[in-house]
Nanobody, 127 residues
Framework: QVQLVESGGGLAQAGGSLRLSCAAS????????MGWFRQAPGKEREFVAA????????RYADSVKDRFTISRDNAKITVYLRMVSLKAEDTAVYFC????????????????????WGQGTQVTVSS
């Protein structure tokens, strides 16, 4: 059973930075896609970034492109989300997610395509 544990959230000032971590366990992740999603109060959960574990291919939401970087550490079996130039609108609960994908499949970006989720970590950006 895949387990995902996020950490690294907190309070940051606008223009600041944070790094989120997602420790993964319970499977061999070479055939997985890992994603970060976020959900602000009163809003739907939205895609932030995803990475294909096998080759580190990445995709980003337009709203975070050039500010956020997703990466993975094979030895630590951990996925990171480095966030810089934070804005007030980045305030949300951030969730890590995992999806088993077929060889050659597109990197998923829809929440419905991910079947394992962490508990979430709060990110608050003050303006």
């Amino acid at each position: 059973q895949v387990q995902l544990v996020e950490s690294g959230g907190g309070l940051a000032q606008a223009g600041g930075s944070l790094r989120l971590s997602c420790a993964a366990s319970g499977s061999t992740f070479s055939s997985y896609a890992m994603g970060w999603f976020r959900q602000a109060p009163g809003k739907e959960r939205e895609f932030v970034a995803a990475i294909r574990w096998r080759d580190a291919y990445t995709r980003y939401a337009d709203s975070v492109k050039d500010r956020f970087t997703i990466s993975r550490d094979n030895a630590k079996i951990t996925v990171y989300l480095r966030m810089v130039s934070l804005k007030a609108e980045d305030t949300a609960v951030y969730f890590c997610a995992a999806a088993r994908i077929m060889w050659g499949a597109l990197l998923p970006t829809a929440a419905a395509d991910f079947d394992s989720w962490g508990q979430g970590t709060q990110v608050t950006v003050s303006s």
